[in-house]
C-alpha cells in the first residue's frame, strides 16, 4: 500500500510517498519540498496570504517529482494524507483541497492529519528508530512541547511553553542581533564564535518544578544587554550574545526534557520540530543521556523542518493501526487550532476517528 503524503501548514510545501508493509515501519520511497523561506525573509516573517498563493504553485509539481523519483504513477496510490492542522487556515486549505481532489479524482481515500503528530513520529523513518512508549520534546517555531507518547493517537501532554515557543525564542533574538528570518540556524552559527558565559541571561521556569516553558521574558532580557552595548557592537560582543541566548534556550529544554524522562519513568526521548536540528541541543541531550541510560531519537537532519514524508509516514502507522480513512467525495475541512492531546482525527464528515 503507498501513502502519498502532502504538507503546506506553514511554510514549506511538502510531499512524499511512503509504502506501508502489513507489519514493521513504513518505508519512505521519495519526497519533494520547497521552502519559501526566501520569500518571507524581505517581511521578517511568514505572510500568510503570500503562503498559501507559493503552495499552491508548488503543490503539483512536487507530487510530480515524487512520483519520478519513486518510479510510480498517480495510480499506485493508495490513500492520500494530507496536514489538517494546525497551522495556517489558508495554508492548510491549500493542501486539504489538493489532497481531496486528488483523491477524489483517483477514487481512493484521504485522511487528515495531525502536523505535531507528523513531527514526534518522523524518527521512525532514520536510521536509529524509537520504539515506543517515549517522552518527545517538539521544538518548533509556533510549539514547544514535552509529550508522553504511548503510540501512535495516545498522547498526554505534559508541559509546554506559556508565551513563545523555542523557535520563536531563536528567531526573535536572531532578529534584534541583525540576523535575518527565521534565525534559529544562522544565530547558531553565529554563537560558534562566541562565549556562553558572556552574558548572564535568565533560564525562565528553570525551578518551576512543572514542565512547562516560558521564553518571552528571555528575548526581553537580550534585548536589553543588546541595548546596553551601544550602537555598534563589536562582532565578538555580538557573536557572545547569540552564545549566551542559545546556551539559555538549550539549558531549560535540556533540564525539562530530562525531567520529563523522569516523571514518566520513561527511558527513550524523541527530539522533533526544526528546533531538533540545533548542535548544542542534540549534543548536551546525548551527553545528558548517556550519562543517565537514556536513548535520544532524531529524526533524519533533512527531515527536521516541515515536509511531506512526516505526514505520509503518520498516516501510514495510523493506517496500520486501523485507523479508516475518508472514502468518497466530501467537504473538507482544516483545524488551525487542534490540541495534539485530543488524540483523535477528525475525518472530513466531523466524525472522531481513533487509530
Ligand atoms: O518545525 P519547523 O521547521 O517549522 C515549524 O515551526 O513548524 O521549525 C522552524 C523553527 C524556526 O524557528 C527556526 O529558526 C528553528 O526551527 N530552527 C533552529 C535551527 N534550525 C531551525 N533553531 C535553532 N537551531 C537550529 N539549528
Ligand atoms: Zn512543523
Redesign the pocket.
Known amino acids: 500500500m503507498l501513502v502519498l503524503g502532502v504538507e503546506s501548514s506553514?511554510d514549506e510545501t511538502g510531499v512524499a510517498l511512503v509504502e506501508v508493509p502489513q507489519l514493521g515501519t513504513p518505508r519512505l520511497l521519495a519526497h519533494a519540498l520547497h521552502t519559501q523561506v526566501q520569500m518571507h525573509a524581505d517581511y521578517g516573517g511568514v505572510v500568510p496570504e503570500l503562503a498559501s498563493r507559493d503552495h499552491i504553485r508548488r503543490v503539483v509539481p512536487l507530487t510530480r517529482a515524487v512520483l519520478r523519483d519513486s518510479q510510480r504513477s498517480l495510480s499506485d496510490v493508495d490513500v492520500v494524507a494530507f496536514t489538517q492542522g494546525p497551522g495556517l487556515a489558508g495554508a492548510l486549505l491549500v493542501g486539504a483541497g489538493y489532497a481531496a481532489a486528488l483523491a477524489t479524482a483517483l477514487n481512493k481515500p484521504w485522511m487528515g492529519i495531525h502536523h505535531l503528530e507528523g513531527?514526534l513520529l518522523s524518527p521512525f523513518l532514520s536510521s536509529d528508530p524509537p520504539a515506543f512508549p517515549f517522552v518527545a520534546l517538539l521544538v518548533?517555531?509556533?510549539h514547544t512541547q514535552l509529550m508522553h507518547v504511548r503510540d501512535v493517537g495516545d498522547y498526554e501532554l505534559l508541559g509546554e511553553t506559556v508565551d513563545d515557543a523555542a523557535?520563536?525564542a531563536?528567531?526573535k533574538c536572531a532578529k534584534l542581533l541583525g540576523l535575518p528570518y527565521?534565525?534559529?540556524?544562522a544565530l547558531?552559527l553565529l554563537a560558534q564564535d562566541g562565549d556562553l558565559r558572556a552574558f548572564a541571561l535568565p533560564r525562565p521556569l528553570l525551578h518551576s518544578g512543572d514542565l512547562d516553558f516560558s521564553f518571552a521574558g528571555l528575548k526581553t532580557a537580550v534585548m536589553n544587554q543588546w541595548r546596553k552595548l551601544g550602537p555598534d557592537p563589536s562582532p565578538q560582543a555580538r557573536a557572545n550574545l547569540a552564545a549566551s541566548a542559545q546556551a539559555a534556550i538549550v539549558e531549560v529544554l535540556v533540564a525539562k526534557s530530562l525531567q520529563a524522562l523522569k516523571v514518566t519513568g520513561l527511558q527513550r526521548l524523541v527530539v522533533a520540530?526544526?528546533?531538533g536540528?540545533?548542535?548544542p541541543l542534540r549534543a548536551q541531550l546525548n551527553a545528558q543521556a548517556q550519562k543517565r541510560g537514556h536513548r535520544v531519537h532524531y529524526p533524519e537532519l533533512s527531515l527536521c523542518?516541515?515536509n511531506g514524508a512526516m505526514i505520509a509516514l503518520a498516516g501510514a502507522m495510523r493506517l496500520q493501526r486501523g485507523c479508516v480513512p475518508q472514502a468518497g467525495p466530501g467537504c473538507f475541512e482544516v483545524l488551525p487550532r487542534w490540541p495534539l492531546a485530543s488524540s483523535t482525527v477528525v475525518n472530513p464528515s466531523g466524525q472522531e476517528v481513533q487509530p
Open positions: 506553514c513531527h518548533s517555531g509556533g523557535g520563536e531563536f528567531d527565521p534565525g534559529g540556524a547558531s520540530g526544526g528546533v536540528a540545533n548542535g523542518s516541515d
